[in-house]
Nanobody, 126 residues
Framework: QVQLVESGGGLVQAGGSLRLSCAAS????????VGWFRQAPGKEQEFVAA????????YYADSVKGRFTISKHNAEITVYLQMNSLKPEDTALYYC???????????????????WGQGTQVTVSS
C-alpha cells in the first residue's frame, strides 16, 4: 500500500554534506513513523535515525547524533535526512523504512517497519 523511494545519495569528501530524501506514495503518512537504516559492505544493517509523524519525536544512533538530522516537509509527503560532517565510516547503502504509528515504537529494530525503499548509496572519501 505504501511505496518509498530514496534519493540524494552520492560521492562526497569527508566533512561534506548530503541530504537524503524519502518520498512516499500510496497512503498518507499522517499516522506513520519513518526510519533510516544503512548497510556497508561486509557489515550488518544498522539503525541511523527515525521520526514519528504524530508526535514529532526523533531518534538517532549515537554514531550520527549531532551530525545527522531527520525531518519532514510541511507540505509534501517527504522525509529528509540531512547529513553533515560526513566521515568515511558513513559510507553505506541507506534505506528509508516506514510503519503505521501505533502502539509501542522501537525505532532501532528493522522488524518494526513494514515498508522499505530500494536504498540510495552514500560514499564518503577520505
Amino acid at each position: 500500500q505504501v511505496q518509498l523511494v530514496e534519493s540524494g545519495g552520492g560521492l562526497v569528501q569527508a566533512g561534506g554534506s548530503l541530504r537524503l530524501s524519502c518520498a512516499a506514495s500510496g497512503r498518507t503518512f499522517r499516522s506513520y513513523a519513518v526510519g533510516w537504516f544503512r548497510q556497508a559492505p561486509g557489515k550488518e544493517q544498522e539503525f541511523v535515525a527515525a521520526k514519528r509523524w504524530s508526535s514529532g519525536s526523533t531518534y538517532y544512533a549515537d554514531s550520527v547524533k549531532g551530525r545527522f538530522t531527520i525531518s519532514k516537509h510541511n507540505a509534501e509527503i517527504t522525509v529528509y535526512l540531512q547529513m553533515n560532517s560526513l566521515k568515511p565510516e558513513d559510507t553505506a547503502l541507506y534505506y528509508c523504512a516506514a510503519r503505521k504509528d501505533e502502539g509501542v515504537f522501537t525505532p532501532t529494530r528493522t522488524s518494526t517497519y513494514d515498508y522499505w525503499g530500494q536504498g540510495t548509496q552514500v560514499t564518503v572519501s577520505s
